[in-house]
């Protein structure tokens, strides 16, 4: 038996506020069973595309539709983080581009809200010439993934590593919808109300999660006062889905609990 949280969070804020599918130290059946009766979306992490054996299965997928439906909630998806669309290699890009359509295509019976992408940049020094190369990979990998039927709508990119406005043509050439992860904002020293000014039309989906030296995605305990503020600043006309994107059932706790007080305490 799993603790559980010690209140409903559903219907608390404008936005729908969701968790990941690995609070518990389990498969993804288990943890949504914990967690739906509690919150109002569930992520669940696709992060790895091999093995097989960590995707789910159709029967799992048959019964995390079932919980929806029993829990009233919903799901998004994060796919996986191990796919490199804009790598130089034709051979990776062809294994992540086949492995997405593959992914979303395992996920269409739930219905997801949307289906966040991470478009992997693994090289740190800047160089205009390889930056417009990898666009370019980037480019006609997306588009491959558009000739095989999935909606640009349906797709989230996420903010990562790198200048967010690197991707600024080709969100809005393919009218792709944006996650705004806020650990990645502070993690990196970005700017959150560049991103937010500039997308939020696009913006439906947030990660919140704290961060300390080199441990990402633990309790929002861990961050300061001003970076909590600039959460709570973009939250309070945000009515897209919010998830706390952390992995452990003490870190979500805490976390909940402090956005519920931090949300009460603001004007």
């Known amino acids: 038996m799993y603790p559980t949280l010690p209140k409903s969070y559903k219907g608390l804020f404008p936005f729908k506020i969701g968790t990941t599918s690995f609070i518990y130290p389990d498969r993804y059946i288990p943890n949504v069973e914990t967690l739906g009766p509690y ?16 995707l789910p299965t159709k029967a799992e997928i048959s019964i995390l539709g079932l919980l929806a439906e029993k829990h009233q909630l919903t799901y998004n998806i994060h796919l996986p983080i191990d796919l490199y669309l804009g790598d130089e290699n034709m051979t990776r890009r062809n294994k992540a581009v086949e492995s997405i359509i593959r992914i979303s295509e395992l996920v269409i019976p739930l219905s997801p809200s ?10 740190n020094t800047y160089n205009s010439a390889r930056l417009k190369i990898w666009q370019q990979n980037i480019y006609h990998s997306l588009s491959r993934l558009m000739d095989a039927g999935m909606n640009a709508e349906d797709i989230t990119i996420e903010n990562l590593n790198y200048p967010f406005e690197w991707l600024g043509t080709l969100i809005s050439d393919f009218n792709f919808r944006v996650c705004l992860d806020f650990g990645h904002i502070f993690r990196y020293t970005q700017d959150a109300d560049i991103i937010w000014n500039n997308y939020r039309e696009r913006i439906t989906l ?3 999660n704290g961060f300390e030296g080199d441990r990402d995605h633990i309790s929002l305990t861990s961050l300061s006062p001003g970076q909590l503020s600039q959460i709570l600043r ?3 006309t945000f009515t897209g889905t919010v998830s706390v994107e952390v992995f452990s059932f003490d870190d979500l706790k805490s976390s909940l609990n402090l956005l519920e007080e931090c949300w009460l305490d603001s004007p």
Do not use: D, G, M
């Open 39 to 54: 919150l109002e979306e569930i992520e669940l992490l696709l992060f790895e595309s091999t093995p097989k054996n960590h």
């Open 114 to 123: 949307t289906c966040t992408l991470h478009l992997i940049c693994h090289w």
């Open 206 to 208: 947030i990660h919140l």
């Open 234 to 236: 973009v939250l309070k």
